[in-house]
């Protein structure tokens, strides 16, 4: 590949030269924390300092020139020109110094100027430093073509940046701008770049900058590379290279041939990159039903509150999560309470999650105990009664939510290991949608595990077939429905934990997901817990081709609900139906 | 339970409507301001609004209490019909709106400069009224039709009316579909030519309110005397024994769930020009479930129950949310779970245990055959149905 990217016309010796000149610079670029430790260099100073004085063509030159001194301090000052951050001050001798004016504000609001030639605060005459209002001052002028300059020296600039995300947005930007001028520089970046990301960027980057090659060799080449390579960034450049009239027939057939080649590659990054989403999607939705699939499927207690036991588990995780961290003030019922943090850091911080995951099990599992004690005992026999019952609670808890906790959203931090995202050929694959997926598979085996293979499950399926007959055997149904409902409050729990890493958590949370939870239980056969996994990864698997293809989530999320009214015009009770011989079943 | 309407009830019935019909537009109208026999506008609007959510109560009667469908959609087919209302009194705005422009604001500021078609004919009163009947009518049929043709019910039909309800709220949250979006419609100025503003126009639409409402009561009374509703209650106790008897149990179930989407449309086609706005969030899931709970505290299986309910419950929403605003959701809540765990039967069930126990008071020495049990009814929802 590397090859290939060097690859050059016979027109390309002199830019090589160039290059050559460049190299020492970018190598001193490569360094970039030992560039941090040194001071500016008075150098730099005054070429900067010079840059903003200048006027016209001259400063367009200036500016340009500064992309070589790799200083923090030219990148910030070329990020607060534009913004009219950067001042001219008239000084008393008439000459025009520029400042940027301290962070810092005093008691009026005024700001401290530091001198951009020196470092050092402007002083007035009796050498104290001077303060000024920010809206009193003149900002430099810019125009369209010096933000511009501004700007390409900036993402010249980045080329260098230590982080390697920011290094490929720098190239695959400088690519988009197809100067000529910038192959060189890339190429000399490639040399002594070791990310294998942002090394197959620069490829790209110099592909695509070199379809402006006059050189029709060098460009047909490009073409084939970018085909070869599946460049989505290249499509519209693709298209407009076939659009144009001045395109020769072999260019022409290369770039049909690598459109052709970049279409496949985005339907095929589309087409996994759609599975995943709908997987993870899917399993997001397994993990919010598979309580509901207990206590709805198994129990039949329509339990309106899920979506509220969800809460429970995602304001379980928040208060867990501020109490490794810095403590939490509530004030529920006008009283004030503060829960002291620990103030912990690092990986210490970073494993709240996993504590936050065990204790919002335990909260919303005693949250369905009482639950169960107080409200549904009463209400087995009366299946829809028990539906107006729980919403009547999950009305409750809301308000509760609400008087606790605020009416306005929170934020629950995510450890490190839950953000962020890796990319393999171009599909994006999120840390948290993994872990979901994972999360949502380990849940699954531990319910189907508790439920068939421990001496509890098989009393759970004996209480739930018929109540009666297990008591007659002499089992304390009482406290095996208590269990079960609890069980299935806690995995409504987890559910609200992983939630809370994907969203803001609020009073009405659980609102967001009791139609899809019911959806979900139903469509896969109440009673049936696989197909429940079923359903949840299918509904989530065409809910997401379906956001595809009419382009909108909401207009996806309607056509599911009508596919799912229609589906079960096919098969009335579900998936997988729980048979019997009643007539009633 | 008794069916027969004793001549006592009929006065009572009587009373209570000549009252609400005759005697309080009077006395909002032909009193001083400052009589304390004066009701005003306000007290008016409000209990305008307390006739519209109780024929919609009653109508989610008519399909729970009635033939033990429980649709948690009513309120999808209210909303229906307050928009088609909504439409027309969009187009009566004329150019008055904010923009002057002939067609209504919100479509100004999405960038339409003509009326989009399906908008055309509700400038003509009839065509909306008729729409106001036929477009949840048929939304109803169809969506009736498919679910009680494979035999969905209990639990299950529940929670489809429910995805129903959740989708159309999606839909009608949308810019797109050219009804408003999230704010709805509002601003309305005229209906009929009348001016919606002034004291006698909504003066007239209470009375139409408490007269439909009058005439739902009276006409369901009438229903559930005939066949039908002997065969309607008996789909609600035993569906497979009505199917065994010959009976097509769907045709019946589909009629009524028709016509109760009617009728609560109707309501809702008398709601809006009294409340003024309508937006996506009437049609939401817990508006339905609200309406609901009207019915269970009111008490189910009587037509009076629901009526009774709708405006007990919001009479005591409309104190405590001014009174106790954060502790309404829960007063709400509890309410509901103390009547559902301890009254199955509702306020009309407590009155009536009230009276049995006061005649039993009144003959003691005489053994009295036991008042009817609540469960009788509630068992009659088949527990099975969930398994």
């Known amino acids: ?585 | 339970m008794k069916r027969e309407t004793s001549t006592l009830q009929w006065l009572a019935v009587f009373l209570v409507s000549f009252i609400a019909i005759v005697v309080v537009p009077c006395l909002n109208a032909f009193t001083p301001e400052l009589s304390s026999y004066h009701i005003s506008n306000f007290t008016l609007n409000l209990w305008g609004k307390y006739f519209c959510y109780g024929t919609v109560a009653i109508t989610v009667d008519l399909l729970w209490g009635y033939t033990g469908l429980l649709s948690l959609g009513q309120c999808l087919f209210f909303a229906l019909g307050a928009y088609m209302m909504g439409m027309y009194l969009m187009r009566m705005i004329g150019n008055l709106g904010q923009y002057h422009q002939p067609i209504p604001d919100f479509l100004v500021f999405l960038g339409w400069t003509r009326l989009p078609p399906f908008w055309r004919p509700f400038s003509n009163f009839p065509f909306a009224v008729a729409m106001v009947a036929l477009l949840p009518g048929l939304l109803a049929f169809v969506f009736g039709f498919l679910a009680f043709r494979s035999r969905i019910r209990g639990v299950y039909f529940s929670i489809l009316t429910q995805a129903l309800t959740y989708a159309a709220c999606l839909l009608f949250f949308r810019n797109d579909i050219l009804m408003g979006g999230n704010n709805g419609f509002t601003d309305f100025k005229f209906m009929l030519g009348y001016d919606l503003r002034s004291a006698g126009t909504q003066r007239g639409l209470y009375v139409a309110s408490a007269i439909f409402l009058l005439i739902v009561y009276l006409g369901f009374k009438q229903l559930t005397l005939t066949r039908l509703g002997k065969v309607q209650r008996a789909i609600r106790d035993s569906e497979n024994r009505v199917l065994f008897s010959g009976y097509a149990a769907a045709n019946y179930k589909l009629f009524i769930f028709v016509l109760a989407s009617i009728v609560a449309a109707m309501a809702g086609a008398l709601y809006v020009p009294q409340v003024g706005i309508i937006n996506p969030s009437e049609m939401g899931t817990d508006r339905s479930l609200e309406a609901v709970v009207w019915v269970a505290v009111g008490g189910r299986g009587t037509l009076v129950g629901p009526i009774i309910g709708a405006i007990f419950v919001n009479v005591l929403k409309s104190w405590s949310t001014r009174a106790y605003p954060d502790y309404w959701p829960i007063f709400l809540g509890g309410m509901f779970l103390l009547v559902v765990i301890f009254l199955p039967r509702g306020l009309v069930g407590l009155a009536e245990h009230g009276v049995n126990l006061f005649k039993k008071m009144r003959s003691a020495p005489e053994p009295e055959p036991a008042p009817p049990s609540p469960e009788a009814d509630s068992a009659a929802v088949n527990p099975a149905a969930v398994k």
């Open chain 1, 1 to 585: 590949m590397t090859k290939s990217v060097l690859r050059r016309g016979p027109g390309r010796v002199r830019k090589g030269i160039f290059s050559l000149i460049f190299l020492p610079l970018l190598l001193l670029a490569g360094l970039p924390a030992f560039a941090d430790q040194q001071p500016e260099s008075p150098a730099t100073r005054q070429a900067l300092a010079k840059a903003i004085t200048a006027e016209g063509d001259q400063q367009i030159k200036d500016v340009t020139a500064l992309a070589d001194t790799h200083s923090d301090l030219v990148r910030k000052v070329l990020n607060a020109w534009p913004l009219d951050e950067l001042y001219i001050i008239d000084a008393p001798d008439g000459s025009k110094i520029p400042c940027m004016l301290d962070d810092a504000q005093d008691a009026d609001g005024k700001q401290k100027a530091i001198r951009i030639d020196t470092g050092a605060f402007l002083n007035d005459a009796s050498g104290k430093p001077q303060s000024f209002f920010a809206n009193d001052l003149t900002s430099v002028d810019t125009d369209m073509r010096l933000r511009r300059a501004i700007q390409d020296t900036l993402d010249l600039m980045a080329l260098s940046d230590p982080n390697p995300e920011a290094r490929k947005n720098a190239v695959m930007k400088l690519g988009m701008l197809q100067k000529l001028s910038y192959v060189p520089i890339l190429e000399a970046r490639l040399a002594k770049e070791t990310n294998g990301n942002v090394r197959a960027a620069i490829g790209e980057a110099v592909a695509t900058i070199e379809l402006k090659d006059p050189d029709s060799a060098v460009q047909i080449a490009a073409i084939q590379k970018l085909g070869e390579l599946g460049s989505m960034g290249s499509r519209d450049v693709m298209q407009s290279i076939i659009e144009s009239a001045k395109t020769n027939p072999a260019e022409m057939k290369a770039a049909k041939k690598s459109l052709a080649l970049i279409d496949a590659h985005i339907a095929r990054v589309n087409f996994f990159g759609t599975i995943f989403r709908g997987l993870s999607l899917g399993s997001i939705l397994l993990v919010v039903a598979i309580g509901l699939a207990i206590t709805f499927g198994l129990m039949g207690v329509i339990n309106m509150a899920h979506g509220e036991l969800i809460a429970v588990g995602a304001y379980t995780c928040y208060v867990v999560e501020n109490v490794f961290s810095s403590g939490l003030w509530l004030s529920p019922f006008g009283f004030s309470m503060h829960l002291p943090g620990l103030n912990l850091g690092g990986w210490m911080y970073q494993s709240y999650f996993v504590f936050a995951i065990i204790a919002s099990f335990i909260t919303a599992a005693l949250v369905g105990i009482v639950l169960e004690v107080f409200v549904i005992r009463f209400l087995y026999r009366r299946p829809l009664e028990s539906l107006l019952a729980t919403w009547g609670v999950s009305l409750i808890l809301q308000q509760l939510f609400h008087l606790v906790f605020g009416a306005a959203n929170v934020q629950v931090n995510s450890p490190a290991w839950l953000s962020g995202n890796f990319t393999i050929d171009d599909v994006t694959l999120g840390y948290n949608r993994i872990f979901v997926i994972g999360f949502a598979a380990v849940i699954v085996l531990c319910t189907w595990l508790l439920l068939t293979k421990t001496p509890l499950g098989l009393l759970i399926r004996a209480v739930m077939q018929n109540r009666n007959m297990a008591a007659c055997m002499g089992v304390r149904t009482e406290r095996v429905n208590m269990l079960t409902f609890a069980f299935g409050s806690g995995l409504a729990g987890l559910a609200g934990a992983f939630l809370s890493q994907i969203g803001n958590v609020g009073p009405s949370l659980g609102q967001n997901y009791i139609v899809d939870c019911f959806m979900t239980v139903v469509v896969g056969g109440v009673g049936n817990l696989f197909g429940t996994v079923y359903s949840a990864l299918g509904i989530g698997t065409v809910d997401e081709i379906l956001q595809q293809v009419f382009g909108s989530p909401v207009v996806g999320k309607i056509t599911v609900l009508v596919c799912i009214i229609l589906f079960l015009q096919w098969r009335p009770s579900g998936l997988f139906a729980t048979k019997g011989r009643g007539l009633e079943g």
